[in-house]
């Protein structure tokens, strides 16, 4: 094995690449299905009524503060063991937390206490992907060529946007395949199972997984720390600001502008439920192409401007996109949801780069912990509930768009003042060999 110092110079198996890039597929799968099926979630474990979408939405908030807590465990693991050991702890548990879901009792069955096991599965769902995302990010960047980095890792984007797509068209196939009161007693169990296979499907596949390159060349020099998490805490404070910065604009868009819009639009009576779903599936295809694209000018024009010129559109686009959805025609409400899923896909695009490259190989797992995925917990998972708070309080159908662009306000100057790092050959490190204790 080479020295640290050669090992940019490595290269995974496309089959790893695969398999890395593939498992985030499951992760927002999950997720995201958890939010298209909000409404249908909000009658089946709450029993419906004018609250129910709004404890729904808010427990999907309050699986997110677990997000950071998985990330730092797992993260901690993984900067210390080995990314792929840490990965295949996670699809295991993702996989047993969907299953557990699908075969929970409802609200018409055991009442109150339907709701209090579907939270405590959302809690566990959440820890594993609070680490699953940041560890494919960091192995895809840890195995790619530095000058294709942006490209590669925005596969984790991709493929997690395929997730969303895949979670869409389950979703539509479910609502579409059974009646509406066969959907509430056993239809939307359904989608959870699907995700439960494929989640084991890919656990069993991810065992040929190779470790990342870079991370094995560290462990045999011997710079490893000890205690990832302090040492991150100690040497890389300013790329824990840095990357909660970029993941909050990330975050709110993709979270409000993308998977909150399904409910937005069956809430505000623009769309039907089965309407949304189908609008949604042609925002997530829209993702899918623009994510490759925004990651490939990353690497040309670097992170730094591509990342202003998304904090821009997003500043400015989304409160009008969000009134066109509620009050515009058809094909106004279809334009304004692809320019909204545009411009969050491209945020995560490069955002995925930029933020691993915020840290060494050392601390990457524990800084995306502390920075980007904390962000993703308040911006992500808070901001869905706060948007349908808000258009309820105020019946203003333009206030997610409005709550975007006081987010990408307020990260502008940290994005104006942040170091490029694209083409280096790896990240900026303080000092190159970091204490081991």
């Known amino acids: 094995m080479p020295p640290a110092a050669d090992a940019s110079q490595l290269r995974i198996s496309q089959r790893s690449f695969v398999l890395a890039a593939c498992s985030t597929i499951v992760e927002w799968y999950d997720f995201t299905l958890y939010l298209y099926f909000a409404t249908v979630l909000s009658r089946v474990f709450f029993g419906g009524g004018s609250m129910a979408l709004a404890a729904t939405l808010g427990g999907f908030a309050v699986t997110f503060l677990f997000q950071p807590l998985g990330a730092m465990v797992f993260g901690q693991f993984g900067d210390r063991v080995g990314r792929r050991p840490m990965m295949l702890r996670t699809m295991l548990m993702t996989s047993t937390a969907m299953l557990l879901t699908a075969l929970l009792p409802t609200y018409a069955q055991i009442g109150g206490f339907a709701g209090g096991a579907l939270l405590a599965l959302r809690c566990m769902m959440g820890f594993s992907v609070g680490a699953e995302y940041s560890g494919a990010v960091a192995y895809l960047l840890e195995g790619a060529a530095p000058e294709r980095r942006g490209f590669i890792t925005s596969c984790a984007s991709a493929a997690s946007e395929i997730g969303s797509l895949l979670a869409v068209g389950v979703a539509a196939l479910t609502v579409y395949g059974v009646s509406a009161e066969d959907l509430n007693v056993w239809g939307w169990r359904i989608p959870f199972f ?31 720390p ?20 970029i993941s909050a604009l990330g975050s709110i868009t993709y979270y409000v502008g993308i998977t909150y819009v ?9 769309l039907s439920e089965r309407a949304a779903l ?12 623009i994510t490759p694209v925004v990651g490939a000018l990353s690497d040309r024009f670097g992170r730094r ?26 094909m106004e409400a279809v334009a304004a949801t692809i320019i909204l899923a545009a411009v969050a896909g491209g945020v995560s695009a490069v955002g995925a780069v930029a933020t691993a490259e915020q840290f060494p190989v050392e601390a990457r797992l524990s800084g995306l912990a502390l920075g980007a995925t904390a962000a993703t917990a308040i911006f992500g998972g808070l901001t869905p509930f706060l948007a349908q708070v808000s258009i309820e309080s105020t019946g203003w159908a333009m206030m997610p768009g409005v709550m975007i662009a006081v987010v990408a306000v ?28």
């Open 410 to 437: 307020a990260v502008l100057p940290v994005l104006a003042r942040l170091p490029e790092t694209a083409p280096c050959v790896k990240p900026p490190e303080t000092p190159a060999s970091l204490p081991t204790r």
């Open 278 to 289: 189908v609008l949604s599936t042609a925002a997530a295809l829209v993702v899918i192409l």
């Open 226 to 245: 000890t205690q990832p998490l302090r040492t991150t805490l100690a040497y890389h404070r300013a790329g824990v600001a840095r990357s909660f910065a």
């Open 305 to 330: 401007p591509v990342l202003i010129a998304l904090c821009l559109l997003s500043a400015v686009l989304p409160g009008a996109m969000f009134t066109l959805m509620a009050h515009g025609s058809m």
């Open 194 to 224: 699907v995700g439960s296979a494929l989640a084991f499907a890919i656990w069993i596949a991810r065992t040929a997984m190779e470790e990342s390159p870079e991370f094995q060349a560290r462990a045999l020099v011997g710079t490893l």
């Open 262 to 270: 399904p409910a937005f639009l069956n809430t505000t009576g623009s």
